[in-house]
Each structure stands twice: as structure tokens, then as C-alpha cells.
């Protein structure tokens, strides 16, 4: 599978943004697709993910409320839908699998640039 993210941009603080991440090639049910962001001088972290065939999704509790994770299984794009955004929210945020039985994602798309300003 390849994922391919987009949607980032330049966004006022109290903005939305919406990012997808297309996939292409072979997807399985059991694959979790990651939505991950890695501010400057900081670590990357996940930010949400969800399962192709269905379960439960997850969202971190610091953005739980603003961000909420979508998918579009016909079309194979897993969105973030990002609200009242803040300049905290600034990050590449990128997307990622993790295989059934795996504990790590191990294909990554190429990130995207969300810039908020204040």
C-alpha cells in the first residue's frame, strides 16, 4: 500500500482544516491507518487512528473535541478533520498503516504542513 496525505496549509488560529489520506494499492480490513504529527523540536505523536473495517476509533484526549477521524472506504481515504485549530495544532502531520498483528506503522505517506497563526 502507498498513502498519499494532504490538506495541510496556512489557517488562522480558531480554524478548521481537513486532511486526507489517500491510499493506493492493496488494503486489508485489519489495517489501521494513523494519523501522526510531529511539531518542530518535538516528538512525533499519534494524533488518531482507525481501523479500515470498522471498531472503534481513537482519538488522543488533547485533541478530543476539535479533531475527529473519518474514513471513505469506497474511495480508500482516511480523513482528520481538524477544528478550532491553535498554534500548538502547528505540525507536519503525516499518515501512516500498521498491519494486523503489528505494534508498529510501517508505511508511511510523505507528511503535511499545517501552519497556524495567531
Known amino acids: 500500500v502507498q498513502l498519499q496525505a494532504s490538506g495541510g496549509g496556512l489557517v488562522q488560529a480558531g480554524g478548521s482544516l481537513r486532511l486526507s489520506c489517500a491510499a493506493s494499492?492493496?488494503?486489508?480490513?485489519?489495517?489501521?491507518v494513523g494519523w501522526f504529527r510531529q511539531a518542530p523540536g518535538k516528538e512525533r505523536d499519534l494524533v488518531a487512528a482507525w481501523t479500515w473495517s470498522g471498531g472503534q476509533p481513537y482519538v488522543v484526549d488533547s485533541v478530543k473535541g476539535r479533531f475527529a477521524i473519518s474514513r471513505d472506504i469506497r474511495k480508500k481515504i482516511v480523513y482528520l478533520q481538524m477544528n478550532s485549530l491553535s498554534v500548538d495544532d502547528t505540525a507536519l502531520y503525516s499518515c501512516?498503516?500498521?498491519?494486523?498483528?503489528?505494534?508498529?506503522?510501517?508505511?508511511w505517506g510523505q507528511g503535511t504542513l499545517v501552519t497556524v497563526s495567531s
Open positions: 501512516a498503516v500498521r498491519y494486523r498483528g503489528s505494534s508498529n506503522y510501517s508505511v
Open positions: 494499492g492493496r488494503t486489508v480490513g485489519s489495517d489501521t
